[in-house]
């Protein structure tokens, strides 16, 4: 590999990277950050990198698989069982991402598990 690729692949394992950290985004107060920052990351990086356009769309299933079970575990709230659920989905949330953050940052693809495929 020449120093071109090295530094191409290098910038594809960045922007990558940076579709799954940016899920985080939601913890620091920004509304839907977990699904609009991986969102544009993909949008503008998917066509110049195929690693950026398989992460991204790994992100953003699981950002939208996640959104979908905190709403349920939101309504099950009224049934007490949602008070239990939620907590439990936060831990899974910042897990999986953090392990998709580091499996990324080497290079590797990752695959969340719980994700409903929506974006193909």
Same mark, same amino acid.
């Not at 110049?48 to 398989?54: R, S, Y």
């Not at 949602?82 to 953050?101: E, K, R, S, T, Y």
């Given at each position: 590999?020449? /120093?071109?690729?090295?530094?191409?692949? $290098?910038?594809?394992?960045?922007?990558?990277?940076?579709?799954?950290?940016?899920?985080?985004?939601?913890?620091?107060?920004?509304?839907?950050?977990?699904?609009?920052?991986?969102?544009?990351?993909?949008?503008? $990086? $998917?066509?110049?990198?195929?690693?950026?356009?398989?992460?991204?769309?790994? &992100?953003?299933?699981?950002?939208? &698989?996640?959104?979908?079970?905190?709403?349920?575990?939101?309504?099950? &709230?009224?049934?007490?069982?949602?008070?239990?659920?939620?907590?439990?989905? #936060?831990?899974?949330?910042?897990?999986?991402?953090? #392990?998709?953050?580091?499996?990324?940052?080497?290079?590797? &693809?990752?695959?969340?598990?719980?994700? /409903?495929?929506?974006? $193909?």
């Amino acid at each position: 590999m020449d /120093i071109m690729e090295k530094e191409e692949n $290098k910038r594809a394992v960045t922007w990558a990277t940076l579709c799954h950290v940016g899920a985080l985004s939601l913890y620091l107060g920004i509304p839907f950050g977990h699904i609009i920052v991986p969102l544009v990351i993909w949008l503008i $990086k $998917k066509t110049e990198f195929p690693f950026v356009d398989e992460q991204g769309r790994e &992100s953003l299933n699981f950002q939208i &698989s996640m959104t979908i079970y905190a709403l349920i575990a939101g309504l099950l &709230s009224f049934a007490l069982i949602g008070f239990v659920i939620l907590p439990v989905l #936060v831990v899974v949330h910042v897990v999986f991402i953090i #392990v998709a953050i580091v499996k990324t940052n080497k290079g590797e &693809s990752y695959r969340y598990p719980l994700t /409903i495929r929506i974006i $193909k």
